[in-house]
Nanobody
């Protein structure tokens, strides 16, 4: 089964930028991919998704600040995060969406911590 490895998190000041990467151990080129985040005490939420043909969607909370992209040749998905806010602080995860069930179905990785200070 494909495994996911997120990286690129860190601690930044408000207004800063980070670029997250999600590397898959197998091919994900035919899958819609999503970036999620989970803040302490809150449920995991989808913040951005990208289809296999590159169409993107964003949660309103990150629209205009975050950009999701993918490199199918490298089986990697990216999340460029600009103008970061303290409320963006969370552990960030990626996952693949099944075209049959519409569920995100791969085992969750360890995620990457993003901390934004004011």
């Amino acid at each position: 089964q494909v495994q996911l490895l997120e990286s690129g998190g860190g601690s930044v000041q408000e207004g800063g930028s980070l670029r997250l990467s999600c590397a898959a151990s197998g091919s994900i080129r035919s899958s819609t991919m999503g970036w999620f985040r989970q803040a302490p005490g809150k449920q995991r939420e989808l913040v951005a998704r990208i289809t296999r043909d590159g169409s993107t969607n964003y949660d309103d909370s990150v629209k205009g600040r975050f950009t999701i992209s993918r490199d199918s040749a490298k089986n990697t998905v990216y999340l460029q995060m600009n103008s970061l806010k303290p409320e963006d602080t969370a552990v960030y995860y990626c996952n693949a969406q099944s075209s049959l069930t519409m569920r995100y179905y791969l085992p969750w990785g360890q995620g990457t911590q993003v901390t934004v200070s004011s």
